[in-house]
């Protein structure tokens, strides 16, 4: 499969095979680990909100070309609360930017990305069992046909999501539960969504609309379990009327939507992300709540981040503690100004405290007034600056 040299990455999600990628066009030589067989998510409708920030970084990579026709873009952000006052903007033209982002489906770019990395470097149903970081290398067991084997790199990256990490001495990982869940669907409205992204702020949680598509939208609807669990029971025509309730007028009636799914939501953080050889990047390394659409994107900066220094890494230095504190350094304000800013917004804007409805309503009349601080915000969210 590979020799000591090779980086070994865990994960051929996308921002593993960003990473992949990103080495392949540098002649660094690389085996990603991949549990699923060959394209097994390419039929993955799931939507991902990409930054324009992340949209620049597959164009590096000379795949944004095939995906562009199947992303749909966002050149407004409406930002507002349920029954209260104020309200917020966002337009891409007013930050000379073509959007704010795009929405896009899981299986397209990991299809995209899948036929761009060679296939030779990629090693597809195979499990990590167990991850050994060490000096000069460290290790990981893999399961591929029942069958148990050792590899060993100078840097081995974990991109699963975690799946792999567990009794990793000196990694530890902090966990805050939201006590929500996420229900995610796509909904048709009765009026075009004007390529438009919503994002609602209400007592039991924000709830988001995406255009995806012509005429649909990515719904993201947030709240206690036992209120989401209720959402996923009813038939489709109280849901859609439950939803029309809740978000209100703005897009006409909701006319269908498909099947519904949902999961807990937590914030979960590594102390530290790397150790000996080993670079833990993307939502194995962080898990944010989706509000604002932070996650995937702050994992695709890691991703680009890290095969910049891999590539200019001296010889001998790869996977060095002196590379890895410099990528922990170079990452430190993103990862962490992610984190403080989607949880921010939760812990602000969902809940019922008494005249916390008008400050909120105040403090997003304000945002629409300041043209600073709308750019810093759009910064924010493009870049992670």
Known sequence: MQDKQDVIIVGGGPVGLVLALALQQQGVPFTVLEA?????????TRAL???????LILEKLGVWDDLEAKATAINTIHISQRGGLGRTRLNATEHDLPALGYVLPYG???KALDDAVDSANIVYETQATEIKPGAPVAQVVLERQGELT???????????????LSGIKGIERE??????????SKVRAELPH???????FTSQGPMALLPNGARDFSLVWTGE???IDALLALDDAMFLKQLHEAFGDRVGKFLSVEKRLSFPLRLSTLKPATASHLVVIGNAAQTMHPVAGQGFNVGMRDAWTLADLIVSASPGKLGSAEMLNRYSQQRKRD???GILFTDFLVNVFSNDVIGMSALRGAGLGILELLKPAKSFLVGKMSFGK
């Open 49 to 55: 909100a990409l930054s324009y920030g992340s949209r």
């Open 36 to 44: 699923r067989a060959k394209g097994a998510s390419h039929q993955d």
């Open 108 to 110: 397209a770019i990991t």
């Open 150 to 164: 050792t590899l060993a790199s100078p840097l081995l990256v974990i991109a699963d999501g975690g799946r792999s």
């Open 335 to 337: 990862t962490r100004g």
């Open 225 to 227: 379990k036992a209120r």
């Open 194 to 200: 004007g390529n438009i992204a919503y994002e609602r």
């Open 175 to 184: 966990t805050k539960e939201y006590g929500h869940d996420a229900l995610v």
